[in-house]
């Protein structure tokens, strides 16, 4: 018959000296501090990732509809292509910016430049892309790692779509950074407060200790007598 869980527990505790005050008053601290950073690393994270996607959005949503109104200047033009390329170009100067297309309202890429091996360059043979439902209107899709921006082109020459890929790669380098720094505040503070909780009650449990070992030392004379 397995031992009942409390007899394991002081085992365990025994074991580990933690029937001592010193030790035990030590990793309730240690607990303590562990619990309290990790809290608010949850919260910290939680909070920063949702104010650096928020940014993004808007920085995204921006973006995209000023190259919309700049397609809409050239998309009738002869040349639109290399126009709207030089636009694209100068968005991809922004390291989050993964890809631009324009598109016409079949989904065909009219012109797609995108990151290739570090230099933001046009793609050829891309397949036709679902376009946004409802209303032509701009709208950011949110995936995983990244998010689409969608804006439409209104021109006389025909309607389309102007798509942006960007990246969310910041949110998540800020979310990595977040912990990394909470596990070295987490692992300093246990240290420091151990080493602090130990100075400072050393000399108490020592003057315990010796008013135990007195009392047992009395409890002893008095059994001989």
Known sequence: MAPPFDAWIARWAERAGLNRLGPLLAVLMVLNVIVGVTGYTIYSAREQSHFVRDRVVQDA???VQTLA???ETSWQQTNRQSIMARVFERAGRNSLVDSVWALDLQGRAILALGRTN?????????????LPP?????QV???EDRLIAWAPVFSEA??????LDYSLREERFLVRHIWWDALWVTALWS???ALILFLVLRRPIASLREAAAFAGDLDHRSGQQ
Not at 134 to 138: D, E, F, K, L, Y
């Open 158 to 163: 025909g309607d389309g779509w102007i798509r």
């Open 118 to 130: 570090g230099r933001f360059v046009a793609q050829t043979g891309r397949p036709p892309v679902a």
């Open 134 to 138: 409802g209303a032509p209107m701009p």
């Open 69 to 71: 109104v700049s397609a």
């Open 141 to 143: 899709v949110l995936l």
């Open 61 to 63: 949503l921006g973006l």
């Open 191 to 193: 240290g420091l407060a």
